[in-house]
């Protein structure tokens, strides 16, 4: 028994001990990938000549915008070529991408680099220093977050395929060589810009992507790739990764493309891409996921007349998905902040109190944790409640004198009580 003297500083001890915070930190909304995109290509870039000087076009890129906004995307992307003639039509696209609270993946390229529009070709070092200049020349055109990718599938222009010219290590010095020209001209205009999205061909990617040129264009590997199956596409994100060292980037993916898929229905369509974004909720190495693409194709979410496809519903479903939540704790019901929670491809940070929540997959009856925390012992569980919050206790890798202290004070305050 406690003497009545001493009642005041056990209580006092123990709510030092047990007292949870109550504040909590604004968080973001929990996703599966840092990048959650949806392509719109062949209005963005294939109608820019065309609807130039057509005001009411505005009213399509507004409900564009609207509705990829709807699904829980992150970023927009934009094919609009970066040739001066095409800028103010690219600015209508970025202005109403802002509207919607949409970062802005820069998906186009120099029309001379394919000869689109009938633009004369353009050689490797006329693209960099373009590149150089457009970032220096339209620093209002960014914002932090958003994406820019000088040159998407860039074996399509230029000298050609490195393939079938034989000049890896060309391709390869002119993508590194143009990297550190982004890195340095965003840079100076102050913009966090990702600029290492280098969208490619997945063989390609087998091709020029080696540990050495991955750690050169920071670490991350995009591919536009198609295929088959969902877990072909899972088998060959996992090859790429492996092969390269780097996290992956779907810079394009969609179904279906006809010379590949057939003619399917578009229940059919909606049942691929849920199996294959199944498939890449489990894979850490996948960091982000741009959709190909909003309408004008085989693989479009919306129909012409504005009617989604159930597809839509089922992007949106990964886009937005449900979240799971609790604490992450140490064995005396302390908090412990920063602690790094992540279940496939989804990860979360603990706040100051301990909390966290994490996306899962809404068929899933289960999700599994790893959690990991500076000064404490790892840990994995897998939990069937995910209905309510959870408080995981994790132990010190070493319980210093006063942890162990007051360790000993709760379990005799637990006994007495």
Not at 325 to 341: E, H, Q, R
Not at 390 to 414: A, D, P, V
Request: hydrophobic residues 40%; contains cysteine; glycine residues 8%.
């Amino acid at each position: 028994m406690i003497h009545n003297k001493n009642l005041k500083w056990f209580l006092f001890i123990s709510l030092l001990v047990f007292l949870p915070t109550i504040a909590l930190a604004e968080i973001g909304k929990p996703k599966f990938w840092q990048v959650q995109s949806i392509d719109t290509v062949k209005y963005s870039r294939d109608l820019a000549r065309e609807k130039m000087e057509d005001a009411k076009f505005d009213a399509v890129i507004e409900k564009q915008m609207a509705q990829i906004a709807s699904t829980g995307a992150t970023h927009v992307a934009l094919g609009t070529p970066y040739d001066k003639e095409f800028l103010p039509f690219l600015k209508r696209w970025v202005a109403s991408a802002r509207k919607h609270n949409l970062k802005v993946w820069f998906r186009g390229n120099w029309s001379g680099w394919e000869g689109w529009f009938e633009y004369p070709i353009i050689t490797r070092d006329e693209h960099i220093s373009k590149t150089e200049n457009f970032i220096l020349d339209n620093g209002n055109l960014f914002q932090d977050g958003d994406i820019f990718t000088a040159c998407p599938e860039c074996e399509n222009g230029g000298l050609g395929d490195p393939r079938n010219n034989g000049d890896v290590t060309g391709h390869r010095n002119f993508l590194i060589k143009e990297h550190k020209v982004m890195e340095s001209a965003f840079r100076k205009i102050g913009k966090k810009v990702i600029y290492n999205f280098n969208s490619m061909n997945g063989d390609v990617a087998r091709l020029i992507m080696d540990k050495k040129t991955t750690t050169a264009l920071g670490g991350v590997v995009t591919i536009d790739h198609y295929v088959r199956t969902p877990e072909k596409l899972a088998l060959d994100i996992q090859e790429i990764s492996k092969q390269s060292g780097g996290v992956i980037v779907l810079g394009e993916t969609g179904v279906p493309i006809p010379d590949i898929h057939g003619r399917i229905t578009d229940e059919a369509q909606a049942k691929w891409m849920k199996d294959a974004l199944g498939y890449l909720t489990k894979m850490p190495e996948v960091i982000g996921v741009n959709y190909w693409l909003s309408y004008g194709g085989a693989t479009s979410l919306w129909r012409d007349n504005g009617t989604p496809k159930p597809i839509v519903d089922t992007l949106k479903s990964y886009y937005t998905p449900k979240v799971f939540s609790g604490y992450i704790m140490d064995t005396l019901n302390k908090p412990i902040a920063l602690a790094k929670i992540r279940s496939g491809s989804a990860s979360a940070t603990s706040l100051a109190n301990g909390y966290f929540e994490i996306p899962y997959v809404p068929e899933n009856e289960s999700i599994y944790l790893s959690i990991t925390a500076e000064g404490y012992v790892s840990k994995v569980i897998t939990t069937y409640d995910l209905n309510n919050k959870i408080e995981i206790q994790l132990e010190k890798s070493k319980e210093g004198f006063w942890f162990r202290t007051l360790k000993f004070i709760r379990n005799l305050f637990s006994f007495v009580f």
